[in-house]
């Protein structure tokens, strides 16, 4: 990258801007635990400079800099991700969109808010309590996730069952495309809105958005034990009944099992999965949803009711995923959009699986829309041992094979999941992704490597014969670990 | 899972713990006023898995020290922990690590001296420890050392020797006497709790201070204790066990033992016109759960509107005046407080109470130069005010 353009803008931006290497290394990595001699031999994730603009003037400035210089621009807000959406991997600029934080306005009568996209999604939901609005839904990482980083990702969560995908909350947004000319996005824009739903950061920067939010309701919890079996049906069922939950969280045996163990999960929950379930709305809304549970209690389901304290505690504790990480030290796992009917067949594969390759495989997730769920399947590792830990890389493939043998395929793509490209697009759909790609970014300047196609080395062949090989060599290391 | 049981085990495990989630970082006050991620405790503790986690340890870098001392300890970010972090622990647990290397900041190190020569963090013999005293109308019999008294008063070493906080502790003492309370303080026998050089690293120094104070308490056969100072109350609370074990010390916070005696009909409240807002401070709220006490004196006191500030209880923001920050960078501790008084400024409140000198200390700096026609109390002068 050009000096000269690292000093304009570091003269322009002041303390907001940075090339120390002390600081930068932090931009080069998300929650992904992969090694470094697996990322840097193939990519370079440090940043040339790291800008945190305070408005959408700063944002364009930059955008058009890079555009007229050829320097590649990855933007990043809450890097809660695991595929390396917000990480660099040809240098250049990481642009921290943090500052660009606050409630523009709230129109009451409409039921919508206008945000700047650094907001994060608690923030947000903290301003809206506070008027007697909430968020429609968000992620479970809204602690530190970012209303514009959801937005460019797949945009469902917590409340997306009944209130269906961000996509659909979102009236418009403000976009600074790669060429830094500003544009303002509806559904019926020349550049509609819906480009940018999933496009993980590589057709530009959002920067505003307006979203529908709801009034803010009572809610009403409930936490029900259920045998691994009846799972899935158990799942469609609540989702599928007149009253729509607001939020449908499960995990299975195993997971509570472990969770048991590291002292978060009471006893009375390790034999039987188990499935929370979120109600929202009116007295009457509340009454329904209370039916329509104790329907299910007297039904032929094998199901049993959790005390009201222990759902309520469900709830509370939504965003503490990663306690799960205390039994590491480290995670891996692999996240399926699964389709519901087959969460049970999903399942009962993975525990073959297990059974192979000796994980302890752990599996939760939420339900996503009447027909998928959102399914992460974990295990854990240990970062410090190389080599087994490659080895145990090797299994996230197998993950994902078990979710496409049952229509699953990834959620979300960033960098790791381009491998998989034929598991979640059709090839018309990716023609015209990339049409999209070469229209908004002829350049390729925007978040380089993510999304569109992998890399050469991360091609969907080469990757094949490489897990495969992993995967062979961690089974017969597995056998032997075994028979010590 | 209990809430108040720390998961910590060690620096090394508890770093690899961390996913880098981030959902600590919206919540940090350092964050929210430097704004780069190596201030955020994520990437604090990114650094720290790469420093100590990873078999040998390597070289700790001077930037690495100075983010480290850019924290206040208020545990904003252990209560949203998402990997259930003990963080508070760990940043004492890596501060410790860097004083062991003898890389502590300079101002650290001065502050080690001045406690191990005075045996508080001022410049004066810590025979003048009761020299606030002075400036009570009547000097209580038995201020000082007497064995036996129903109460102890531990005053702190920011309430003995520094004039701007000088009046919490005489109108505690006021308070105490119009209550008929049979109180007595340590006087020059009162040392520093030890907390200063727990928070700067230099942990194991503080055993001289608990052994002597603990001592000193046992000796004059006391069973309750108070302290003002959140801070002190924390430590005594949590940091003393070792030596308390066996002994029967109730250890309350100023705020606890006055509330008893409102319910006890032993304080008697007028009314007074005011609207009032309350600052938690971090070691007595969030640190220690102590949040219904000084609301319910504040709630106690007829014509009192009571407003709670946006952020309030286990989700209030920290003053800036903690974990030493005020010593290493003393500009970013004034830039969090004004995170604060500009919250403060929100509710309209005529008063922000407190119910810690270090918290009002900063705050009256805040709402002073914001120009803000408020008055910075502690709870006790609250209290005062409204028996007069």
Known sequence: MKSLIIDQLKQKLGNRATDSQFESSLYSRDLAPVPNLLVNPLFNTAADLVVRPIDTAEVAEILKISWDNDIPVTPRAGASTVYFDSVPIKGGIVMDLNLLKGIVALDESGMMVTVKAGTTWSELEKYLNGKGFALRSFPSSAPVASIGGWFCMMGYGIGSIKYGSLLSQVKAIELVLPNGEVKQLTSDSDIPLDYLAGSEGTLGVVTQLQVHVRKLTSMKHYLLKVKEPDLSRVVNHIQGERMVPYNIHFSDQKYNAVMNKLGFVADEFTGSCTVAVDYEGSEDDLKAADAVISEMMSGDFEVELAEEKDANQEWKEKFLALRLKRGGPSQLGGEVWLPINNLNHYLDTIKEMDKKYTLGLVSYGHVATAEHAVVMTAFFADERKTIDYVLKLSMVKKIQDIGHRYGGKPYGIGLWNTPYIGYIFDNSQLAELRARKKELDPKGIMNPGKVYRPPLLLNSFNFKVAMNILAAVSRAVGRGNRRV | ?388
Not at chain 2, 31 to 36: P, Q, R, S, T
Not at chain 2, 49 to 56: H, Q
Not at chain 2, 98 to 116: F, N, S, V
């Open chain 2, 1 to 388: 899972m209990s809430e108040d049981k720390s998961l910590f085990t060690t620096l090394e495990e508890e770093a690899l713990i961390c996913g880098r989630c981030g959902s600590c970082r919206s919540d940090c006050p350092v964050y929210n006023v430097i704004g780069w991620e190596s201030s955020a405790p994520r990437g604090k503790i990114s650094k720290a898995k790469d420093i100590f986690s990873k078999g040998k340890q390597v070289e700790i870098s001077d930037e690495f020290i100075e983010r480290i001392a850019q924290c206040t300890l208020c545990g904003a970010c252990s209560s949203v922990c998402s990997a259930g972090i003990d963080t508070r622990n760990l940043w004492l647990a890596i501060r410790k690590r860097i004083a062991d290397e003898g890389r502590a900041p300079e101002a650290y190190k001065k502050l080690r001296d001045t406690l191990l020569q005075n045996r508080n963090i001022s410049s004066f013999s810590n025979d003048d420890r009761l020299e606030w005293a002075e400036d009570l109308d009547d000097e209580p019999e038995g201020l000082e050392l007497k064995a036996g008294a129903e109460v102890c008063y531990f005053v702190g070493c920011v309430s003995s020797f520094y004039p701007q906080a000088a009046q919490v502790p005489i109108t505690i003492v006021e308070i105490l006497m119009k209550a008929d309370v049979d109180f007595t303080t340590m006087g020059g026998e009162e040392w520093c709790c030890g907390y200063p050089l727990l928070s700067a690293g230099f942990v194991d120094d503080r055993k001289p201070f608990i052994e002597h104070n603990v001592a000193k308490i046992k000796e004059l056969d006391i069973h309750t204790l108070i302290a003002s100072c959140a801070t002190c109350y924390h430590f005594w609370k949590h940091d003393c066990s070792p030596e308390l074990e066996g002994y029967d010390l109730e250890i309350l916070h100023a705020t606890e033992y006055l509330a008893r005696l409102i319910e006890e009909g032993r304080i008697e409240l007028n009314e007074l016109d005011e609207v009032v807002t309350y600052h938690d401070p971090c070691d007595l709220g969030r640190n220690s759960g102590v949040y219904d006490a000084p609301r319910s004196i504040i709630n106690s006191i007829p014509g009192v509107q009571f407003i709670e500030m946006g952020h309030s209880r286990a989700d209030s923001l920290c003053c800036g005046g903690g974990g030493n920050l005020q010593s290493v960078d003393p500009d970013l501790a004034a830039k969090i407080s004004d995170l604060r008084v500009k919250e403060i400024k929100e509710t309209g409140a005529s008063i922000i109470v407190s119910a810690c000198q270090q918290c009002e200390q900063m705050l009256s700096a805040g709402v002073r130069n914001a120009g803000l026609p408020i008055r910075v109390m502690d709870i006790s002068e609250l209290i005062l005010e409204a028996m007069d």
